[in-house]
């Protein structure tokens, strides 16, 4: 592929959050290749020349909406399209329409009047994959051609733009890797789903920055009526932990805003002068804090039966009987942390031994947004989720994508009678409306890929400095003193076999509840 005209320096795109895309191609199976690999990327709405061509005000109106559209254009559209030029070079005059031409270059004439070209000899599936990967800076654009300057005038055209970090896709079967081993991942999965040991899944591997294997399997549920997809979202629950709080955490201390070695109390005022007061955030996010691993606030909840939210539940003198009143959860949890007794693992050299906790990850959301001034999901979404391009990643899923592409997680029939689909399962997390530090992030196997190629790219991703290589080394690594745990995330360990035997003793990881695991 070569890119033959970048005069506004669009290549390599790396700020995905500051622009709208779309693209403009055939309805065939090359260029259906070509829209799911710029899905892979970033979000984009997608647009056919049957469409564009039908209405020619509709048409280039609706496109100039965006900020890039993506014209991906073959010789037999270019020589049986009347009139596909002229109405291009108009959404160009609002729009940047970048233009990737396929086929005989002697038609790249009829482009000129377009800032950025790329081209490519063929329109295959695999030009296809390639092309896109090239747009997102996956990989370099070294390519060149011999094309004409003026009539009489021949000379090499070629832009070399470097990769800048982002996952890559092979476009043939990587001889590094064993395939055979790979398709007994295949086999464990469909025998897992046939033991109905889960309805469907995903199963996502990247080695050296591309990715070998990216599958979906099975249903959403046991009725087998709705396929997993690539885009299907799934509660992850306490992968929030590593993939919410953890960097939201990350950023502060990046921002000289909090130290893992301060006290709670210094950030939150109403730990002060309770026996929580000396908290380390450090201890919190290792899990030896002291706090007890979990308590079921939920059961001091009844759901308002006219609304969505819940209301508290208060005792009345005959047994069994209740009255409800409206409460702030946020604050009335808090107090039941502050108020909680320590677990029983204090040791004699003072400390406490490791106990998992959801109520450290609880109290630490409500630490890292006092100090952003923010809720921690529109935060993340800002600063995290959407310049990496994790557009499937985020709190309050119905409030995002329509509930077909969401797994559902439970039928509880102890406290929210019925299923639980497009809402947090933790139920803790309910009462939070969804948004805590513990559980209620919603991911699928794909975002999650690129956030964990981020940290082994040392805090680098689509050429944009997330965190510095020190910061990344720091969460990952055991505090001193931890028995077990990094900064929130979970680290091989032999005794209890969290991890392959073949894991690096460098690696780190996390699980979630409901079966998700990174």
């Not at 377009?114 to 090239?134: H, M, R």
């Not at 308002?304 to 009255?323: C, Q, V």
């Not at 406490?352 to 921690?376: A, H, P, R, V, W």
């Not at 969290?498 to 780190?508: D, H, M, P, T």
């Amino acid at each position: 592929v070569a890119l033959l005209r970048n005069e506004k320096d669009i290549f390599p795109i790396r700020n995905l959050d500051q622009f709208n895309f779309s693209s403009l191609s055939n309805k065939d199976q090359i260029d259906q290749t070509f829209r799911n690999y710029l899905d892979k990327y970033a979000q984009v709405a997608h647009y056919d020349f049957e469409y564009f061509l039908a209405d020619q005000e509709r048409g280039v109106r609706i496109l100039n909406h965006f900020d890039i559209v993506f014209a991906k254009i073959s010789s037999d559209e270019l020589n049986d399209s009347d009139g596909l030029i002229e109405r291009l070079e108009r959404v160009n005059e609002k729009s940047e329409v970048v233009v990737i031409y396929t086929g005989d270059k002697k038609n790249l004439r009829m482009l000129d009047n377009f800032s950025t070209v790329l081209f490519a000899p063929e329109n295959t599936i695999n030009f296809s994959k390639l092309i896109t990967q090239n747009i997102f800076g996956a990989r370099e654009i070294s390519g060149r051609i011999l094309g004409f300057t003026s009539p009489d005038t021949l000379r090499v055209m070629r832009h070399f733009i470097p990769s800048i970090g982002r996952l890559s896709y092979d476009l043939k079967e990587n001889r590094d890797v064993n395939q055979d081993r790979l398709f007994e991942i295949d086999i464990l999965v469909r025998d897992a789903i046939q033991l109905k040991s889960f309805p469907g899944c995903q199963v996502f591997m990247a080695k050296n920055g591309k990715v070998i294997y990216n599958k979906s399997f099975g249903y959403l549920t046991y009725d087998s009526i709705m396929a997993v997809e690539e885009q299907t979202v799934y509660d992850v629950a306490s992968i929030t932990k590593v993939v919410a709080t953890v960097p939201s955490l990350m950023f502060l201390n990046e921002w000289n805003k909090v130290s893992v070695s301060d006290s709670i109390s210094l950030h939150i005022s109403d730990y002060k002068g309770t026996d929580k007061a000396g908290l380390k955030i450090q201890d919190l996010l290792a899990h030896q804090s002291g706090l007890k691993s979990y308590y079921p606030f939920w059961r001091n909840a009844e759901e308002d039966p006219e609304g969505d939210d819940f209301r508290l539940k208060l005792p009345r003198r005959r047994r069994y009987k209740y009255k409800s009143l409206v409460v702030d959860w946020e604050d009335s949890i808090q107090n039941w942390i502050i108020s909680s007794k320590f677990n029983s693992l204090k040791e004699d050299v003072g400390g406490y031994g490791y106990l998992y906790s959801d109520l450290g990850f609880m109290s630490l959301k409500n630490l890292t947004e006092s100090k952003l001034n923010q809720s921690i999901d529109v935060f993340l979404d800002q600063n995290l989720y959407g310049p990496l391009g994790m557009n499937s990643t985020g709190f309050k899923p119905l409030c995002r994508w329509p509930i077909d592409i969401i797994a559902p997680t439970e039928d509880d029939v102890y406290w929210r009678n019925g299923l639980v689909w497009g809402k947090v399962h933790d139920r803790n997390a309910a009462l939070l409306d969804g948004v805590s530090g513990h559980a209620g992030l919603f991911s699928n196997a794909s975002d999650l890929g690129k956030y964990m190629q981020m940290h082994l790219q040392d805090g680098y991703y689509g050429g944009r400095n997330y965190f510095s290589k020190e910061t990344i080394q720091k969460f990952t690594s055991r505090p001193e003193g931890s028995e077990r745990r990094a900064l929130g995330w979970d680290r091989p360990d032999i005794a209890v076999e969290n991890a392959s035997k073949y894991a690096s003793e460098k690696a780190f990881g996390h699980s979630g509840f409901t079966g998700t695991i990174v």
